[in-house]
């Protein structure tokens, strides 16, 4: 079954700093990659997604996330981040409809 | 767009009591995926339907039960509750076929006292 390892529990930042947020998974077939957003005491929005095509996939809020295979990492990032985006991110990595998620990161951005 | 609604948003309950979460998916989807996000986790995916049928199981105790009815919303049914059972209970829609991508409702907060 696949799994989904995020590498960093938290990550601190200074607001306008670049961050990556890492993310590695194992799987035995093609898989869909997602990165998923939770602000505090809400549910969860979908950033962006990696279902086939160019590996460099931009997403909602200037993120970015890179596929690669042979890492088997689809790692996120943003060049210069804001206060509001304070909040948890999780990895997921769906096969055949079964999705699971990585144990998220908490990024906080400070002023 | 229409999104996944939930609802209640919050319940309060009490030891051994039940509960019953509503989740309404987009329209069209016919796929409906249950999670349970305890305080501090990630999410933990509990069952989905398709079509009405039980599609896939994961984690979910002997003590809830789910279905999916004939306009596609899904309950998820939860008795003899625990203090561990307070949790973020998720609800995600798709479409078969829509590249595997999961729309998730707001969710609803369960405070088992």
């Known amino acids: 079954a696949q799994s989904v390892t995020q590498l960093d529990s938290q990550v601190p930042v200074f607001e306008e700093a670049p961050v990556e947020l890492r993310c590695n998974y194992s799987?035995?077939?093609?898989?869909?990659l997602f990165w998923y957003v939770q602000y505090p005491n809400q549910g969860l929005q979908l950033l962006l997604k990696?279902?086939?095509?160019?590996?460099l996939v931009k997403g909602i809020n200037g993120f970015e996330a890179e596929f690669n295979k042979s890492q088997t990492s689809f790692h996120l990032r943003k060049p210069s981040v804001h206060i509001s985006d304070t909040a948890e991110y999780f990895c997921?990595?769906?096969?055949?409809?079964?999705?699971?998620f990585g144990a998220g990161t908490r990024l906080t951005v400070k002023p | 767009a229409a999104g996944v609604i939930q609802s209640p948003r919050h319940l309060i309950k009490e030891k051994r009591e039940t509960a019953t979460l509503k989740c309404y998916p987009i329209?069209?989807?016919?796929?409906v995926y249950w999670y349970q996000q305890g305080p501090g986790q990630d999410p933990q995916f509990l069952i989905s339907?398709?079509?009405?049928?039980?599609?896939d199981k994961g984690s979910i105790p002997d003590r809830f039960s789910a279905q999916q009815f004939s306009d596609y919303h899904s309950e998820l049914n939860m008795s003899s509750l625990e203090l561990g059972d307070s949790a973020l209970y998720f609800c995600?829609?798709?479409?078969?076929?829509?590249?595997?991508?999961?729309?998730f409702g707001p969710g609803t907060r369960l405070t088992v006292l």
């Open positions: 995600a829609s798709s479409l078969e076929g829509g590249g595997d991508e999961q729309f």
């Open positions: 799987s035995s077939v093609s898989v869909y």
């Open positions: 990696y279902l086939s095509g160019s590996t």
């Open positions: 997921a990595v769906s096969e055949d409809n079964d999705m699971r």
């Open positions: 329209p069209r989807h016919d796929t």
């Open positions: 339907f398709y079509e009405k049928m039980q599609s």
